[in-house]
């Protein structure tokens, strides 16, 4: 899926073009990822539908969506890099996922966020209806030293 969103910016699936480099860079910065290795980064988006923000060759934005197309989807690593920020593209960018035609549909859609609740309540996202059934494991520091292992 290709989406252009006028001078010189578009929005992109194809995973070839996914800068693999500058997204690990970012998320292994950011607060829910930190310290994430490369390897980690790479598998994550061999299995995930990815979205990535462009101006002309360089890419300064992108979400992944984890999902089976057909009843469930994961919104995860949204951003755009924060010289690009207020300029509209993390909406674009959210009206590009939720529109694409392979997430149509679904019976469940799911993120965590820290700070950009406002951006995904435009899109139909809330807190969570019934919490009491919902479960999790979390190991916040699963990045710190080994990361899991190498391929």
Known sequence: MDVEL???????????????????????????AEGIPRHVVARSLE??????????????????????????????????????RGRGLSRRLMEAVMGHPDLQGLRGWYLKTRDAHALYEKFGFTGLKSPERSMEITRPD?????????P
């Open 47 to 84: 299995n995930s539908l990815c979205f990535g923000v462009f101006r002309g060759g360089a890419q300064l934005g992108f979400a992944r969506v984890i999902t089976d197309r057909a009843t469930f989807a994961y919104l995860a690593d949204v951003f755009v890099l924060e010289e690009h």
């Open 142 to 150: 699963i990045y710190k030293g080994a990361g899991g292992p190498e």
């Open 6 to 32: 006028g001078d010189g910016w578009s929005i992109t699936t194809d995973p070839a073009r996914m800068d693999l480099d500058l997204i690990h860079g970012c998320l292994a910065r950011f607060y829910w």
